[in-house]
């Protein structure tokens, strides 16, 4: 699927940034906030409503206001589709008047909506996608993409694999962007570090019966099991790859792994699993607190994606209050002046190229007997530097980005 730009638009929105006609005033007085994620697929219980709910929260302790200007808050769902995500910005922005966008899971919906913003001058932050592409081929100096990127999961949890002992792989995939990106980006991590990859399969988005899959995992001779997936996807692999007793003969490792989803299966069947993760729940006292309002909300503990739509709603809130403006270009020029420090980041840079510069943890599934009891899930191995996880400025394919 192709997402393009319009480089003259982009390049006098560059020349512009700090300077529109728009800066240093609030649009029709009411900043306008829209929200578009999947809200009833298989992301949905990692994002959707209880995001939703993450942002209203983030509003409410902002104080439903900026300089007595009133915000406004859109929610809808894209059904992991590009073409519906892509109309209903276009609509918001057109006729909704909308100010910031933030983008859920799906990554093709997240390009395909940060295509959009671009075009319309207005800035889209993506809190769910996981996408390299948002910050390289289809960059924008628009686009924020705030919580994790494939390549960052891919360099943590990849290479302590291969370090570890985990040599051969397999992938199971899901087919589309994120599943492509995902795979693609740990595979060669994996060779980098001297291991090899057997062989992968594509699987549908939402697909019900694994077995299939499973088989040919079991018969490709390999020993680690990568899930390219995430969400209903990943829980249904790995209910199938126990069901068929792949984890006696291979271990399996989550490249997108959610708390929930460990809750979901239980440690007897995730134990041991390495997953890299930008956030959970009780990393801190503050995260601890923070967490116990979402858990009043949403009945659960709250997933990293949804900590990180309240953490970008209340830093781009700030950044209105303090430059007077919802202007696009000025909002993210504050963006990228002012590190963000809350509950879900510390000392966030937003780089050159729109990529959050945020540490990530490698994290350990304890076993049954490890566990002290209901969402007491993982051990702590190491704490992941961005730099080491997103790579240098230098790296970026990303065409605004001066080179050296």
Request: net charge neutral.
């Amino acid at each position: 699927m192709k997402h393009p730009f319009l480089w003259a638009t982009v390049v006098g929105a560059l020349a512009a940034m700090g300077s529109s006609a728009s800066a240093n005033t609030i649009s029709d007085d009411t900043i306008r906030i829209g929200f578009i994620t999947d809200m009833s697929g298989v992301y949905a219980d990692y994002d959707g409503p209880g995001g939703a709910e993450a942002i209203r929260l983030a509003i409410a302790d902002a104080g439903g206001a900026i300089d007595g200007k009133k915000i406004e808050f859109f929610v809808a769902d894209h059904q992991n589709k590009a073409d519906i995500a892509s109309a209903k910005a276009r609509e918001w922005f057109d006729s909704g008047k909308l100010d910031v966008l933030l983008g859920g899971t799906n990554s093709a919906a997240s390009l395909a909506m940060s295509a959009v913003a671009a075009e319309k001058n207005k800035l889209f932050i993506s809190t769910g996608a996981g996408s390299s592409a948002l910050v390289n081929e289809h960059c924008s100096p628009f686009t924020i993409q705030y919580t994790y990127s494939t390549s960052a999961l891919a360099a943590g949890t990849g290479a302590a694999v291969v370090k570890n002992g985990g040599k051969k792989w397999f992938f199971i995939t899901t087919d589309y962007t994120f599943g492509h990106a995902l795979e693609k980006e740990t595979s060669e991590v994996v060779k980098k570090a001297g291991g090899e990859v057997a062989g992968t399969v594509r699987v549908p988005l939402g697909a019900a019966d694994f077995s299939s899959f499973i088989l040919q995992a079991q018969s490709s001779g390999a020993k680690i099991l990568g899930l390219a997936n995430a969400g209903g996807d990943f829980v249904n692999a790995v209910k199938t790859a126990a069901d068929f007793g792949l984890n006696k003969t291979m271990n399996m490792v989550g490249l997108t792994v959610f708390m929930l989803d460990i809750h979901t299966l239980g440690l007897a069947a995730t134990q041991g699993m390495y997953f890299t993760s930008p956030w959970y729940w009780n990393q801190s006292e503050e995260a601890s607190k923070w967490s116990a309002r979402m858990e009043e909300k949403i009945k659960r503990k709250p997933s990293y994606i949804q900590a990180s739509d309240y953490s970008a709603v209340q830093a781009y809130l700030k950044g209105v209050a303090e430059t007077k403006t919802d202007d696009g270009a000025t909002i993210m020029k504050w963006f990228k002046a002012n590190p963000v420090n809350d509950f879900f980041v510390k000392n966030g840079v937003v780089r050159e190229d729109g990529r959050m510069m945020n540490a990530m943890t490698l994290l350990q599934v304890k076993t049954p007997a490890e566990s002290s009891g209901p969402w007491d899930y993982h051990k702590t191995i190491d704490t992941l530097a961005p730099e080491a996880l997103y790579g240098s400025l230098s790296e970026s394919t990303c065409k605004f980005v001066a080179k050296s």
